[in-house]
T-cell receptor, first 110, second 113 residues
Framework: QKEVEQDPGPLSVPEGAIVSLNCTYS??????FMWYRQYSRKGPELLMY????GNKEDGRFTAQVDKSSKYISLFIRDSQPSDSATYLC??????????FGKGTSLLVTP | EPEVTQTPSHQVTQMGQEVILRCVPI?????FYWYRQILGQKVEFLVS????????KSEIFDDQFSVERPDGSNFTLKIRSTKLEDSAMYFC???????????FGPGTRLLVL
């Protein structure tokens, strides 16, 4: 079983829609959860960083972590064409290494 | 806003040749990392570096790889004898402290022929 699973998409939504992205994981030791955005041929850019379970909101973005279900989500409200990118979930235990999902490709159409 | 920079942006090399990928981490950061992303696959951890020594490494980081902080600003990844399967995007990252946010550079695209 892969440590971090993420549906690669592609996911296509109209501008203004609410987008829901998610990842599941198998390692119960993971405590730090992140969402990165990656544009084509660029480096990952951090969007959200969450420790343990709960919700975190930043502008149009909300991250949720449910450790009991080993499930994390990222919601994007009022999606814009500029949100079109690949979204990577990443997580770590008490180690240096980030464990990434494969990424979900999102296209927001005008 | 401070950012991680990497050079070169692209590198083409012949199989068996040595390559050195360079990174300038964010200036007040103490922890440095290399990751790679093979085309179409997930970003994979290679190595972390702190206080002038390797802190952690993955199975991918074998004897062909080495890292160095040759001066106060640069952080390098050396691949001694490149293989075709080393073709990937290599990302450098840095963080102020362990378990804090890792900030990624734009990457170096390495192509081994």
């Amino acid at each position: 079983q892969k440590e971090v699973e993420q549906d690669p998409g592609p996911l296509s939504v109209p501008e203004g829609a609410i987008v829901s992205l998610n990842c599941t994981y198998s390692n119960s030791a993971f405590q730090y959860f992140m969402w990165y955005r990656q544009y084509s041929r660029k480096g990952p850019e951090l969007l959200m960083y969450t420790y343990s379970s709960g919700n975190k909101e930043d502008g149009r973005f909300t991250a949720q972590v449910d450790k009991s279900s080993k499930y994390i989500s990222l919601f994007i409200r009022d999606s814009q064409p500029s949100d079109s990118a690949t979204y990577l979930c990443a997580m770590s235990a008490m180690t240096d290494a980030l464990n990434f999902g494969k990424g979900t490709s999102l296209l927001v159409t005008p | 806003e401070p950012e991680v920079t990497q050079t070169p942006s692209h590198q083409v090399t012949q199989m068996g040749q040595e390559v050195i990928l360079r990174c300038v981490p964010i200036s007040n950061h103490l922890y440095f990392y290399w990751y790679r992303q093979i085309l179409g696959q997930k970003v994979e951890f290679l190595v972390s570096f702190y206080n002038n020594e390797i802190s952690e490494k993955s199975e991918i980081f074998d004897d062909q790889f080495s890292v160095e902080r040759p001066d106060g600003s640069n952080f390098t990844l050396k691949i001694r004898s490149t293989k075709l399967e080393d073709s990937a995007m290599y990302f450098c990252a840095s963080s102020a402290q362990v378990q804090e946010t890792q900030y990624f550079g734009p990457g170096t695209r390495l192509l081994v022929l």
